[in-house]
């Protein structure tokens, strides 16, 4: 006899795995999520974001790869994969927003770590609004 041990009857059922899944795949950033969705901006902004940190807003390279593309390259520059990364921070367009508006000091840090992580970071940075209106203009207007 196979065991569930997720369940206090030792019985699968779709309710014990569903929480299974939201306690591993929620909790590592629930501090995040928590502050995208208590975020008093616009709510078109709050889902960009939770869609940024599910990683999947639609790149170029997103859509070859649902066969709706032909082309994983930037539109603007030519850059040759356009993913999450170039679109919110590496592209050159981008990068004139952000060095208009972070902080020096965070400037290498925006450079030096993955996308999600610097925004994680800077939801909690006590200049965040900054961040997050920028994000909302450049990416929603």
Request: charged share 20%; with cysteine.
């Amino acid at each position: 006899m196979v065991f569930w041990a997720r369940s206090t009857s030792g019985a699968f059922s779709v309710r014990s795995a569903y929480w299974t899944l939201k306690e591993t795949s929620w909790n590592s950033r629930n501090k995040a999520w928590k502050s995208i969705w208590k975020y008093l901006g616009p709510q078109k902004v709050r889902v960009f974001l939770w869609l940024a940190f599910q990683q999947r807003l639609l790149t170029n390279s997103k859509h070859v790869r649902r066969g709706i593309g032909h082309s994983t390259s930037c539109t603007l520059y030519g850059h040759a994969f356009e993913d999450l990364a170039h679109v919110l921070r590496d592209c050159p367009s981008v990068k004139y927003v952000w060095n208009l508006v972070l902080p020096e000091q965070l400037k290498q840090k925006f450079v030096s770590t993955s996308f999600l992580d610097w925004l994680l970071l800077n939801l909690f940075f006590h200049e965040r609004c900054r961040v997050v209106v920028s994000l909302g203009r450049v990416f929603m207007d």
